[in-house]
């Protein structure tokens, strides 16, 4: 069995920075790509950033400058610096990797999701 699991969200004022982390635990034999995807109320799941296992990384447009995404290769964790925060970024923020099980199948797990709110 495979987890995926995010933290990190919260209220925070227009400006203002906070640090997602998502973990992956479980049968792991190896983790590809990770992103981070978002949806705010009405509108659809869009992509806001995503990494490589190598560490090459690309961004939606709307973040780029702002947010900063890296991961720990050996703790399966990654991260989503976010500054500068606007109200636009309002949104559940999910998480999501390509990970290769111990039984050597290949799916896209995917976290919960955090509420990340930004107020004006």
């Known amino acids: 069995q495979v987890q995926v699991v995010e933290s990190g969200g919260g209220l925070v004022q227009a400006g203002g920075s906070l640090r997602l982390a998502c973990t992956a635990s479980g049968s792991i034999f190896s983790i590809n790509a990770m992103g981070w995807y978002r949806q705010a109320p009405g509108k659809q799941r869009e992509s806001v950033a995503r990494?490589?296992?190598?560490?090459?990384?690309n961004y939606a447009d709307s973040v780029k400058g702002r947010f900063t995404i890296s991961r720990d290769n050996t703790k399966k964790t990654v991260y989503l610096q976010m500054n500068s925060l606007k109200p636009e970024d309002t949104a559940v923020y999910y998480c999501?990797?390509?990970?290769?099980?111990?039984?050597?199948?290949?799916?896209?797990?995917w976290g919960q999701g955090t509420q990340v709110t930004v107020s004006s």
């Open positions: 999501a990797a390509s990970i290769r099980t111990a039984w050597n199948t290949m799916n896209d797990y």
């Open positions: 990494i490589t296992f190598g560490g090459s990384t």
